[in-house]
């Protein structure tokens, strides 16, 4: 049975056809196998290192409805199918949270770039891997995708309406609100509020209605949004300890929380990153005073202010200060594929026809792939791309 | 006479080997495109299967042309050209064609999209298209860039030649090297003048390769209008002495 007989089909035919293959013949395919049929994280183990596992359309929108990495949903749009690879440092953070005590304070987990600090390997992607996790073991997903946003590029800042000392930033907190409706609805309606907020004269949410309300009155009316969403971390905050819900917090770009802005005032004056109420209200949420679930956060510094090219350990881009609130967590390395993930991904864009070139196919072409990317996972999704 | 050949003794010294001797040229015209290698430097050979061949596999002829090689002096291979099994003649004279400044990275990143907008292009024409359409629709960008810039190469051009104090379009033969350089400029010049103000050039230039592949657009026009022209200059054909 040779695995190159099945290339021609169309996409939806290889699925069932590896499963025959799977069988029938697991371990003596002359060629890597790159894809596996299990597509729930949970069950995912040492032997499916190496593999994608795909995520269908419908998951997709519930699970990330801000969005994945640009590049990934490039790949996703092409393909028409979304498949992470399961690698050993997501596996890492699966093992440590299903084992995971609620009672104990939320642990902290750092991914960041294993020895030489190269970018691209893999860190929001093995983010989203466990977020998928945490989703189908129906967690509450707190997900902030890249916070390097919310303290950059913000056309409209408003002075904050509950302290006169903060800034509002309406659009980003309103979007946030209406893609952390899309991820958690049913929740929203469980959740019950334990204090009464007054937005204005004619508008105020009672004790004990339902969150939606509070994510509701955000969206609706986007000057009061970052008010919402810091009220929404609080009441998270509080009620996770009960255990009627598992809270994960995954933050892309923890960095951004202590680094600097490039906003300004309208004197021209910098803005410190707690002036911004969205920043204050995140910065207390991934403090480890709280009970019920877990924290999962990336370090990048892509996208990151004022910070060296070459830095890359948490040190360098938290800062004292960061690195001082966020004292202890568990450091998680990502780094570059093995051998065998290498020739995973190359198996997996084999298989879906990325790799036009008529030397991609050979020895002679997967041999430079490899010297011109060095296995590294992004700049080898760039090769390819035009390979 | 002893001065003479003293001065003429220094100026053999003085020249360096290799270097190209003055040579005699019609008064009037200078050379300009020029190499400071001179006609005994041998190309580099580049290709890594040639060096792969073990010696036992090699014919007489190649075996001497091997030991010839070993006495010869070789041209340094230039920075642009790799031994890369990626590599392709035609993409690199492409991107020196559109590089500005001599910024070579931007060009090489401007081609890179442009072949990775075209593949996406083609994929998602793919994934909608029916099976029996499927099998007619080409993905791979360099066989769609190589056919579209052979669709684009004009037959016959046209050249003004003086006579009796004007100049005249005369149609006339093109080399094959000119034909590759007129298509690749007139896509290049095609992409740079006409395009909306915001899309930027790998957007663009995917485009014109994907209609100029369907052998439509406006590159493919231009080369039927100079097409016309030579068709309609073909009284003066007589004005080409070559």
């Known amino acids: 049975l040779d695995p190159g007989r099945f290339l021609h089909l169309g996409t939806q035919a290889p699925q069932c056809l590896v499963a025959h293959l799977n069988n029938q013949v697991p371990n003596e395919s002359p060629r890597a196998i790159s894809r596996t049929l299990e597509n729930d994280p949970a069950k995912h183990g040492e032997q499916h290192v190496g593999r994608h596992y795909s995520i269908s359309v419908q998951e997709l929108k519930t699970v990330f409805p801000h969005g994945l990495p640009p590049r990934f949903a490039m790949q996703v749009k092409t393909f028409n199918e979304a498949c992470l690879m399961v690698r050993k440092p997501a596996l890492e953070l699966l093992h440590y949270l299903k084992n995971t005590n609620f009672a104990h304070p939320a642990v902290r987990y750092v991914l960041s770039s294993a020895l030489d600090g190269e970018k691209g390997t893999g860190k929001t992607l093995s983010l989203c891997h466990v977020i998928h996790f945490c989703a189908k073991q129906d967690w509450l997903i707190l997900h902030i995708p890249d916070a390097h946003l919310w303290v950059k590029n913000c056309r409209d800042l408003l002075q904050s309406t509950y302290n006169k000392q903060r800034f509002d930033q309406p659009l980003e907190a309103s979007i946030w609100l209406k893609n952390f409706k899309t991820a958690n609805e049913r929740f929203l309606s469980q959740i019950k509020v334990q204090d009464t907020y007054v937005w204005n004269k004619r508008e105020s949410t009672e004790k004990g209605s339902p969150l939606a309300e509070v994510v509701e009155q955000g969206i609706m009316r986007v000057r009061n949004a970052t008010d919402a969403v810091g009220i929404v971390l609080k009441e998270l905050k509080r009620q996770s300890s009960q255990g009627i819900f598992r809270l994960l917090v995954a933050v892309d770009g923890v960095n951004a929380l202590w680094g600097r802005t490039t906003l300004k005032r309208e004197d021209k004056s910098l803005i410190a990153p707690e002036e911004l109420a969205l920043i204050y209200n995140l910065r207390k949420m991934v403090k480890n005073d709280w009970q019920g679930g877990a924290i999962v956060l990336t370090v990048s510094q892509t996208g990151s202010l004022f910070k060296p090219r070459k830095a890359y350990l948490p040190q360098e881009l938290l800062g004292k200060e960061g690195f001082d609130t966020l004292d202890p967590f568990i450091p998680i390395l990502v780094s570059n594929y093995n051998p065998k993930e290498f020739e995973g991904c190359i198996q997996y864009y084999l298989e879906n026809n990325w790799l036009q070139h008529e030397k991609a196919h050979t020895e002679e072409g997967k041999k430079e792939l490899l010297f011109l990317s060095n296995r590294n996972p992004g700049l080898l999704e760039r090769l390819c791309a035009y390979l | ?242």
């Open chain 2, 1 to 242: 006479m002893a001065a003479p050949t003293v001065k003429v003794a220094r100026g053999w010294s003085g020249l360096a080997l290799g270097v190209r001797r003055a040579v005699l040229r019609l008064p009037g015209l200078t050379q300009v495109r020029w190499s400071r290698y001179g006609p005994e430097y041998q190309d580099p050979q580049i290709d890594k299967e040639y060096y792969r061949k073990p010696l036992a596999q090699l014919t007489e002829e190649e075996t001497y042309e091997r030991e010839l090689r070993k006495t010869q002096v070789i041209k340094a291979a230039p920075a642009t050209k790799t031994s890369s099994v990626f590599e392709d003649p035609v993409i690199s004279k492409f991107t020196n064609m559109m590089m500005k400044g001599g910024n070579k990275v931007l060009a090489r990143s401007l081609m890179t999209q442009t072949l990775e907008a075209v593949k996406r292009k083609q994929f998602e024409k793919y994934h909608a298209a029916s099976a029996e359409e499927q099998a007619t629709i080409e993905r791979n960008p360099y066989t769609i860039f190589h056919q579209a810039l052979k669709n684009c190469e004009p037959v016959i051009g046209l050249v003004p030649i003086l006579k009796g104090g004007h100049f005249y379009q005369v149609p006339v033969p093109l080399a094959d090297r000119r034909r590759r350089f007129l298509a690749m400029k007139w896509m290049i010049a095609e992409c740079r003048e006409k395009k909306p103000r915001r899309m930027l050039m790998p957007e663009k230039l995917s485009q014109e390769l994907l209609e100029a592949f369907h052998s439509r657009g406006p590159v493919i026009k231009r080369k039927h209008d100079m097409h016309k022209m030579a068709e309609a200059n073909r009284a003066l054909a007589h004005y080409r002495w070559w």
